[in-house]
């Protein structure tokens, strides 16, 4: 296994400014150089455990903060930029971290370059209308701009998930939905009443009703209330949250208001205190989790994903959700792991297995090529339709943690940890393996060799 060095040069300089301090001055604090800080701070060095331990007892300051979460998310996504074959020559990882690392917001403008030139090479292949490509090339797709949003906040929204929390411990106690249903007719106007046949949710502004689809469960009913209150109780936080997130178009904000409702919809059915709480006391037991909550499976899951608040972190999970053909619809990683931006996930991921076993837990243990070694759970969440003919949604999840952390899960008690790790990658692509029988394409940052008498598991072999 490889140990991550930790590079954090502009937070350093952030607290040090932020604080008005020189560098003589902070340095002091920290016990250590005036030349060691200025490495440190220029990234020539990583920051020592001793520099950690002197944050928090001088500056009080929550070293998970100094997580290289965004920076290993920036250089994943710069290399697989980077394995387009437009460039001749990759730069080696080591560089691809400093600039993450040292400066993120070239590597935002480089990926967003990438994004630019892949868009326009669509529309030179006829694909734009196909893709729903909105004016002009050189702008981001609005869902690929929202999902982006939420990506670099570690999909944790720090206002929204607190009046979330504040708003669940509000409600009554008793029937959930009822409670709900009063609050929303006491303090808003607004009547609530559950149909057969009706949409999932449907709400008229003018006569001041919610109407919720009674095929639903009591879980989505109540999320999807929650998700109408936000709307028209915390109008001005969601706006807040959308103008600094400087949306380069109208349909990417309308878009990532609706993911605003719906996370504050998650945190106020699962509030964060309480649900980390009782997240550590089940040792992540998502069934016991969904049952003491009147949550869905899929909304455990995707909550124990967030739990990134400062001071108070949850275990880093990742979580995904992908359909039949492999296909990414959800994704976030407060791992090392990084999902594919564009394209399927790893073949070799146990998260394409769960349609095979539904209504069971898979379990795997997994290595991605850089070392790093991970807990996977898989499992089925189809969503049946709400009658006889109505088509079935199949989806599958999966929820994972690096394996330093798999003691705090009850699903690793009777794993050995230490062998029987199966390698995956993050996407054909971009994987280095050279002895996948599983890869679907050749990697794009390495030359292929033909040989026309020589045939192995690949048609091809690699330089």
């Known amino acids: 296994m490889t140990t991550q060095k930790l590079y954090a040069g502009v937070k350093l300089r952030e607290i040090r400014t932020g604080r008005g301090l020189t560098q003589k001055d902070f340095a002091g604090r920290l016990g250590v150089s005036l030349s060691y800080l200025n490495q440190m701070e220029n990234n020539h060095r990583p920051v020592s455990t001793g520099v950690l331990l002197a944050l928090a007892r001088e500056f009080g300051f929550d070293v998970t903060e100094l997580s290289v979460g965004e920076a290993e998310r920036m250089t994943a996504d710069m290399r697989e930029a980077l394995a387009d074959p437009v460039f001749a020559e990759a730069p080696p990882l080591a560089e691809l971290r400093l600039v993450a690392s040292n400066a993120p917001g070239l590597a935002r403008a480089f990926l967003a370059l990438h994004r630019a030139h892949r868009?326009?090479?669509?529309?030179?292949?006829?694909?734009?209308?196909?893709?729903?490509?909105?004016?002009?090339?050189?702008?981001?797709?609005?869902?690929?701009e929202v999902r982006d949003f939420f990506h670099y906040c570690d999909n944790y929204i720090d206002a929204v998930d607190r009046a979330a929390e504040r708003f669940a411990g509000s409600l009554a106690g008793g029937d959930r939905l009822a409670a709900m249903a009063d609050r929303l007719q006491a303090d808003h106007g607004i009547a609530l009443q559950i149909r057969l046949d009706a949409p999932l949710r449907h709400y008229d502004p003018a006569s001041r009703r919610l109407t919720l689809a009674a095929e639903a469960g009591p879980a989505t009913q109540w999320f999807q209330a929650a998700h109408q209150l936000a709307l028209v109780a915390h109008d001005d936080l969601l706006e807040a949250t959308l103008d600094l997130a400087r949306f380069r178009t109208d349909t990417a904000r309308e878009i990532c208001k609706i993911g605003l409702a719906n996370y504050f919809a998650g945190a106020a059915l699962l509030p964060y205190g309480r649900f980390l709480a009782a997240a550590q006391e089940a040792r992540h037991d998502l069934d016991r989790l969904a049952l003491v909550f009147g949550a869905s499976i899929e909304q455990v899951a995707h909550r124990l994903s967030t739990l990134q608040r400062p001071g108070a972190k949850g275990v880093p999970f990742f979580f995904v959700r992908v359909d039949q053909a492999g296909t990414i619809t959800k994704r976030h990683s407060a791992t090392r792991l990084q999902f594919a931006r564009f394209g399927s996930a790893c073949p070799l991921w146990n998260v394409h297995r769960a349609f095979e076993a539904p209504g069971r837990w898979l379990r795997q243990l997994a290595e991605t090529p850089d070392g790093v070694r991970y807990l996977c759970l898989a499992r089925d969440v189809s969503k049946p339709g709400r009658d006889f003919h109505a088509p079935v949604r199949r989806y599958a999840i999966a929820l994972g943690c690096e394996v330093a952390h798999a003691g705090a899960l009850t699903y690793a008690d009777d794993l050995d940890l230490n062998r029987g790790f199966e390698p995956i990658g993050v996407s054909c692509r971009i994987c280095e393996r050279t002895d996948c029988h599983q890869r679907a394409?050749?990697?794009?940052?390495?030359?292929?060799?033909?040989?026309?008498?020589?045939?192995?598991?690949?048609?091809?072999?690699l330089d």
Request: zero cysteines.
């Open 441 to 461: 394409l050749p990697p794009m940052d390495r030359p292929i060799r033909i040989d026309p008498d020589d045939r192995g598991a690949l048609p091809y072999r």
């Open 119 to 144: 868009q326009q090479s669509e529309q030179l292949v006829s694909l734009n209308e196909a893709l729903g490509t909105e004016g002009s090339a050189l702008a981001p797709l609005p869902w690929e």
